[in-house]
T-cell receptor
């Protein structure tokens, strides 16, 4: 199946600092990537949809100035959590959708990034 | 009412048992149905992908969709301890649309 990587897998930072998370599709090109947030024992919450070469589309309630998304190429999207605070601590997961049809039109997830803000 | 309802469990079964995981939904426009498996502290992994109603089998896994009842199921035969994970259902209206609707996930433990 399609492989999506995320880096870093885990990050601990001080309150007020910014953290960048990278999401890469390793063996396919992804026109669209998605960023999710997941709290313990809860489902995935879509934060934003990122299309290559254009501005991201944010879900209602997600601050675009706080969660900066850049999708610079067909294989890379980044999420920057600016001025992070303890309430931003969470598991952030990206997913990517392949270009070709059939099952490849579904989403393939990265392994996630655990962010802890002290 | 949530778009997708899924019993969070936890569900605990002995090794070798048949496991049945289910989701119900309210949007009759959903046509694409997915099951993901998520191990602790990992991203979800796509298990099964089905379109419209019917059954799909892949090894020990069978996905079933009943659109008339707005009900989908995932069956795991001969369950193994390695199947212990959280299983998320997901669905969408189109296969190129952005909006996926996820269930909350069912936590499964298979006891050796």
């Amino acid at each position: 199946g399609a492989v999506v990587s995320q880096h870093p897998s885990r990050v601990i930072c001080k309150s007020g600092t910014s953290v960048k998370i990278e999401c890469r599709s390793l063996d396919f090109q992804a026109t669209t990537m998605f960023w999710y947030r997941q709290f313990p024992k809860q489902s995935l919450m879509l934060m934003a949809t990122s299309n290559e070469g254009s501005k991201a589309t944010y879900e209602q309630g997600v601050e675009k100035d706080k969660f900066l998304i850049n999708h610079a190429s067909l294989t890379l999207s980044t999420l920057t959590v600016t001025s992070a605070h303890p309430e931003d601590s969470s598991f952030y997961i990206c997913s990517a959708r392949a270009l070709s049809g059939g099952a490849a039109d579904t989403q393939y997830f990265g392994p996630g990034t655990r962010l802890t803000v002290l | 009412q949530k778009e997708v309802e899924q019993d969070p469990g936890p569900l605990s079964v002995p090794e070798g048992a048949i496991v049945s995981l289910n989701c119900t939904y309210s949007n009759s426009a959903f046509q694409y149905f997915m099951w993901y498996r998520q191990y602790s502290r990992k991203g979800p992994e796509l298990l099964m992908y089905t379109y419209s109603s019917g059954n799909k089998e892949d090894g020990r896994f069978t996905a079933q969709v009943d659109k008339s009842s707005k009900y989908i199921s995932l069956f795991i035969r001969d369950s193994q301890p390695s199947d212990s994970a959280t299983y998320l259902c997901a669905m969408s209206e189109t296969n190129t649309g952005n909006q996926f609707y996820f269930g909350t996930g069912t936590s499964l433990t298979v006891i050796p």
